[in-house]
């Protein structure tokens, strides 16, 4: 059924009606957007208006989510799978957005083995086979281009479910190297670690070392938002994304 679904999508595509001023106003006001030529931005548009034909973006608490800010998200959503295609986040269909953070149940396990459940302040959550949820007011920080981007974090959790777990493995395509991703994902990962314990200050957010499910969603954020960052501190787990995306933001961002 590909064909028919690539037949649906391309006649959406044919009627659909989107400003293109419109369009550029939201593309202008996202730094990791600089740098795509002009070929890539019109793919990035198709997809984020096919992005929001097939996910239903729902407003969640006092929220009133407008076209404008649909689009806002649904661009940086797309940016991950500008080269790969909206069929890697099939699965889901749902975006659910609050103003701000929001509390979610949450179950630990301590060394003791006793159970502790309670809820926990997040921005943002990825669900398997669920939605994606968002803070409205973090997903306005992308503009800062400060390397903080929680709706790539979430999209990257998605790309890592695909094969079925959040381990920070996501399926590689076909030529990439199972023991070369290994090896550069561990490499980084301990030594960022190790930087924390000694109390330095780490080249990216300290979350990623919460686990290596949390390590892929945050230096992918910083691929995209920060390239020079992430290429100088850890050059294999750039070589590894640039790879797996194919793409180039240091190349094109300079």
Request: negative net charge.
């Amino acid at each position: 059924m590909g064909w028919f679904k690539n037949w649906r999508r391309r006649r959406l595509l044919a009627r659909a009606q989107l400003p293109e001023n419109h369009w550029r106003a939201v593309a202008a006001g996202l730094p990791s957007l600089r740098g795509l030529t002009d070929p890539e931005l019109s793919r990035l548009r198709d997809l984020s208006l096919l992005f929001l034909h097939e996910k239903q973006l729902v407003a969640a608490g006092e929220l009133e989510l407008d076209d404008s800010m649909r689009l806002y998200i649904a661009a940086q959503a797309c940016l991950p799978i500008l080269k790969l295609g909206l069929d890697y986040y099939a699965g889901w269909t749902s975006v659910i957005v609050y103003p701000e953070g929001f509390w979610s149940p949450h179950r630990s396990l301590d060394a003791a083995g006793i159970m502790h459940s309670g809820f926990q302040a997040r921005v943002g959550e990825a669900w398997d086979r669920g939605p994606i949820v968002l803070s409205w007011a973090d997903v306005q920080q992308a503009s800062s281009g400060d390397g903080f981007n929680v709706v790539i974090h979430e999209c990257a959790h998605k790309l890592d479910l695909l094969n079925g777990v959040a381990n920070g493995m996501p399926p590689l395509h076909s030529g990439m190297s199972l023991p070369a991703w290994t090896q550069a994902f561990t490499a980084a990962y301990d030594t960022l670690c190790r930087c924390l314990d000694l109390g330095s200050e780490p080249p990216i957010h300290p979350y990623a070392a919460e686990s290596p499910a949390e390590f892929f969603a945050v230096v992918s954020e910083a691929f995209f938002e920060i390239p020079t960052v992430l290429q100088a501190a850890y050059p294999a787990v750039y070589a590894q994304l640039r790879d797996y995306y194919r793409q180039d933001p240091l190349l094109r961002l300079g």
